[in-house]
């Protein structure tokens, strides 16, 4: 049957939503669009008619879309070139969805975007749907074609495997903005040891080129191996010059309710760098380098007033 206005003025008013859901279970904005566009067109075919709830009807769509991708995903990341990384979104980014409340911004986070990829594709839907969206356990069970118990029972799973991941609490914006600027200080001083006394013991630092730009495969471990990198990676000269095509400008921003850098050449988004800021340090740096993981990023960034730079060309 072919659609009435009313019918896709329905659709497109479900579609933030819509695409928040798809953005935190899928971790690609463009994956996101492409399972919501797909559900419109199984809306299209649909006798709409017949559906009582659409809201839910297109909740369930959408979500055994991402389930699909999610389980063909797996496969592709085995093959995948180096670090797999989540699609970065700057602030205000209407894909991030709902933020009233803490458990809705902590699921939309850099780190807790990377640490579902621990969980299954059941327990990745049953944590979205219930951290951020507040769905019932029971709207859940219909989604997934399961008991309300199992439902809850995989609630509660996923959400432990995450907070296993995460032992540290992080701290307030303010205080995440001074430790940024030090950071910034400390990477360009040429030394290693203020750098040292910043981190976290077991810091990391990841980096996600996706086989397009440089990207180390394995992790820096440790506060000296991430140090030691990063003062290296915030040093001038022309070598680095040449191997990012220009002189970049790195910004204080925020990336999926994340202290993050991004780093501008040309003003071309070529990097965001997600800070993990705890109370005990610096615990994690995830840079998202890929530059089919940046369209998104490049497109808000060019519509929007980004201030100065903290750094200018180096």
């Given amino acids: 049957m072919a659609l009435t206005m009313d019918d896709v003025d329905r659709f497109e008013a479900a579609m933030p939503r819509l695409k928040a859901i798809a953005y935190r279970l899928l971790g690609s904005a463009s994956d996101a669009e492409d399972a919501v566009q797909d559900t419109f067109l199984r809306w299209q075919a649909a006798d ?50 709902p933020a009233d409340t803490a458990e809705q911004r902590e699921s939309v986070s850099y780190a807790v975007l990377t640490l579902m990829e621990r969980l299954s594709p059941n327990e990745r839907v049953a944590y979205v749907l219930r951290e951020a969206f507040d769905y019932p356990h029971r709207r859940t069970a219909e989604i997934l074609d399961i008991s309300e118990a199992s439902a809850q029972q995989i609630f509660h799973r996923a959400k432990k495997r995450l907070a296993e991941g995460r032992a540290r609490a992080e701290i307030d914006q303010a205080a995440a903005r001074r430790i940024v600027d030090e950071f ?85 988004v ?36 980004h201030g100065e730079p903290l750094l200018r060309p180096f």
Wanted: overall charge neutral; hydrophobic content about 45%; aromatic content about 6%.
């Fill in 184 to 268: 910034l200080a400390a990477a360009t001083s040429g030394r290693t040891e203020p750098l040292v006394r910043l981190l976290t013991d077991d810091a990391v630092a990841i980096g996600d080129g996706g086989g397009k730009v440089p990207a180390r495969a394995k992790a820096f471990e440790g506060a000296r191996a991430v140090a030691t990198f990063m003062r290296g990676m915030f040093k001038s000269g022309k070598a680095q010059r040449a191997i990012i095509g220009g002189s970049p400008e790195i910004y204080a921003a925020d990336a999926n309710n994340t202290p993050a850098l991004v780093v501008v050449v040309e003003g071309r």
């Fill in 48 to 97: 709409v008619s017949r559906i009582e709830v659409p809201e839910a009807w297109l909740t369930k769509v959408l979500t055994n879309l991402c389930l699909n991708q999610l389980t063909s995903a797996r496969a592709r990341r085995e093959t995948y070139v180096g670090q797999w990384l989540p699609e970065p979104l700057l602030a205000g980014d209407p894909m991030l969805g």
């Fill in 270 to 305: 070529i990097a965001v760098m997600c800070l993990e800021i705890t109370e005990d340090g610096i615990a994690a740096f995830r840079s998202q380098v890929n530059p089919d993981k940046l369209e998104r990023a490049n497109e808000r960034w060019a519509a929007a007033d």
